[in-house]
């Protein structure tokens, strides 16, 4: 068995791509999966997925879908300071909370 890694993205984050096709784009997290250490970021690594007709007289589609992305091959973006940065980690009022390394904004 694999053991599950801990990500410091989040879904809803805003990450910008430094690798691939799309690269310097910015995007929203749609779908994390740290078990694969992949995340699904909307708008980015679009694919083109034919789909057949499900009755009759409708026709096929061509659909633009979003396909997963190595974690390794983005970084998010703080809302605070609008730049790509690390995350870090602090303990306040017996709460963990992400924060910017840049600007030491909460994430």
């Known amino acids: 068995m694999t053991a599950i ?3 410091k993205i989040k879904k809803g984050d805003k990450v910008i791509l430094l690798k691939g096709k ?4 910015m995007g929203k997290v749609v779908r994390v999966m740290p078990g694969a250490s992949q995340l699904t ?16 007289g409708e026709r096929g589609q061509v ?17 605070a300071c609008n730049k790509a940065t690390r995350v870090g980690s602090r303990i306040v009022k017996d709460r963990k ?5 840049k600007c030491e904004a909460k994430i």
């Open 5 to 7: 890694k801990k990500t």
């Open 22 to 25: 799309d690269r310097g784009k």
């Open 41 to 56: 970021v909307d708008g980015l690594n679009l694919f083109k997925k034919t789909i057949r007709a499900t009755r009759q």
């Open 63 to 79: 659909v633009d879908k979003p396909f997963p992305l190595k974690i390794e091959n983005v970084q998010l973006v703080c809302p």
């Open 97 to 101: 909370e992400r924060y910017c390394k």
